[in-house]
């Protein structure tokens, strides 16, 4: 199983992943999921359940999850898409894009270039270093200790600012 390349499809049950290197793609795996200490390419397509992923680094890219996530430590280009639930990221580093994300949301420690679009819900944003672009956002939204470039475009809802100091923004 520790080839360059990996695909992993239809898994059901408890599954858990440890210190593969390569290519990684993991499709349509029902139930609980961790994988850690994965390195090179990683795909995750329509995994349902509690996901949980720890210290990934490389080029990663979810789509279509659903259920409980937790993502933390995870490094480099980062790419987030269609996730449904409750989704807490930490300690996320590198060039991270979030889109059309639903659901109870708290992001932390995220540093980089970050980019979030569509996110609806309720979103915690806190100790974010970096450049960031958040775009079209509805919902509860609570933004703390945020340092850098800060653009800010479509917001809607009830928007909470807190701790910003030093900082730059740009309301559109």
Known sequence: MNSTRKRLEGLAGQRRLEGLAGQRRLEGLPGQIRLEGLAGQIRLEGLAGQIRLEGLAGQIRLEGLAGHRRLEGLAGQIRLEGLAGQIRLE??????????????RRLEGLAGQIRLEGLAGQ???EGLAGHRRLE?????????????????????GQIRLEGLLGWQARLD
């Open 91 to 104: 300690g996320l580093a590198g060039q991270i894009r979030l889109e059309g994300l639903a659901g109870h």
């Open 123 to 125: 979103i915690r944003l």
């Open 136 to 156: 079209g956002l509805a919902g509860q939204i609570r933004l703390e200790g945020l340092a850098g470039q800060i653009r800010l475009e479509g917001l809607a």
